[in-house]
């Protein structure tokens, strides 16, 4: 009897330890919306790995989606292919979202999480398919018209029918609002003449969107030259293309959450005492597009940029408050 009762107290001991362990307190200290999230990319992932059908179900694909598959360039973004991808993916979802989730509230993460996803889907989409079109045509005027679908290389045909998906636009996005947010951190304990808690790895934040798409665009360097368009049985060949519209995908997610945050987002910003106005966008210089590259890329950007900014002035798509 006694030993029963003592069993009964260490499982009861050993439960209470697992509820109070680090892990499961930070599972459930995770905002709800960040949580849907991470659920839908583990469902979708699954039902990848256990449903045989066609990829274009799920996939960005230049041949489908745009008919009769137009719900994946929303879908796609939560879909990873590989263990390593889901696993990887879901650490940067949830360890950024959760704190993104915390400063901006379920609702305003949700909009942006919609934005950046159709942005990053609906651009990779047009932008493979016109480079797949592009190389098609280019190949066509040098070549006569019966032979141009034999002779096109093999890269050519692959990209108009590349498959697209994964975290990696959304998560690109989501790079973007750190670094706004950790620039406003920046920026408020510089105020409050306080050190940033980061030290200095924290100002190579601003680089993570463009480290994350040079990765992505890794692959691709990698296996460049290695397929020929004479041998239809290269497999590095299946990747190269694919490698090619993630890239594009990764960089549309990019660019939609920098266009969002910087235009379009509406936030509440204290002027001191109980006095607040709503602002439309960011026109901090620390969210400028040419602060997330190097020094050495910034001076032609930052050319560009301010031509773009003057054509913004005039249309009346700048920053204002509301």
Request: contains cysteine.
């Given at each position: 009897m006694l030993d029963e009762q003592a069993e009964q107290g260490r499982g009861a001991a050993a439960a209470t330890g697992v509820a109070g362990s680090p892990v499961v307190q930070y599972v459930v200290g995770i905002p709800a919306i960040t949580k849907l999230l991470a659920l839908v990319v583990l469902l979708q992932s699954l039902l990848w790995a256990v449903a045989p059908f066609s990829p274009a179900v799920y996939t960005i694909n230049p041949a489908t989606s745009f008919w009769p598959f137009v719900y994946t360039t929303l879908t796609a973004s939560f879909l990873e292919r590989s263990v390593i991808g889901v696993a990887l993916g879901l650490l940067g979802l949830v360890y950024i979202g959760r704190q993104l989730e915390s400063t901006w509230g379920s609702l305003e993460l949700l909009r942006f999480v919609g934005v950046v996803t159709v942005t990053a889907g609906t651009g990779a989409l047009v932008l493979t398919s016109l480079l797949g079109l592009a190389a098609y045509f280019c190949t066509a005027a040098s070549t006569n018209a019966e032979d141009v679908l034999p002779l096109l290389p093999l890269w050519q045909r692959l990209l108009w029918h590349a498959q697209v998906s994964g975290l990696g636009g959304l998560l690109c996005g989501y790079m973007v609002a750190l670094?706004?947010?950790?620039?406003?951190?920046?920026?408020?304990?510089?105020?409050?003449?306080?050190?940033?808690?980061?030290?200095?790895?924290?100002?190579?934040?601003?680089?993570?969107?463009?480290?994350?798409?040079?990765?992505?665009?890794?692959?691709?360097?990698?296996?460049?030259?290695?397929?020929?368009?004479?041998?239809?049985?290269?497999?590095?060949?299946?990747?190269?293309?694919?490698?090619?519209?993630?890239?594009?995908?990764?960089?549309?997610?990019?660019?939609?959450?920098?266009?969002?945050?910087?235009?379009?987002?509406?936030?509440?910003?204290?002027?001191?005492?109980?006095?607040?106005?709503?602002?439309?966008?960011?026109?901090?210089?620390?969210?400028?597009?040419?602060t997330f590259f190097p020094p050495v890329m910034q001076g032609p950007i930052k050319v560009v940029e301010k031509q773009l900014s003057r054509l913004g002035r005039g249309a009346g798509a700048l920053p204002v408050t509301l």
């Open positions: 670094k706004q947010r950790v620039d406003a951190v920046a920026a408020q304990a510089a105020a409050n003449s306080l050190v940033l808690v980061g030290g200095p790895g924290a100002g190579m934040v601003r680089y993570l969107p463009l480290i994350y798409i040079g990765l992505s665009a890794l692959p691709c360097a990698l296996s460049a030259g290695v397929s020929s368009p004479a041998d239809e049985t290269a497999t590095v060949a299946d990747v190269e293309p694919s490698c090619v519209a993630q890239v594009l995908f990764a960089f549309c997610g990019f660019a939609g959450a920098w266009v969002y945050l910087r235009f379009f987002q509406i936030t509440l910003v204290k002027r001191g005492g109980f006095e607040s106005a709503t602002v439309r966008g960011d026109a901090s210089d620390a969210l400028a597009f040419h």
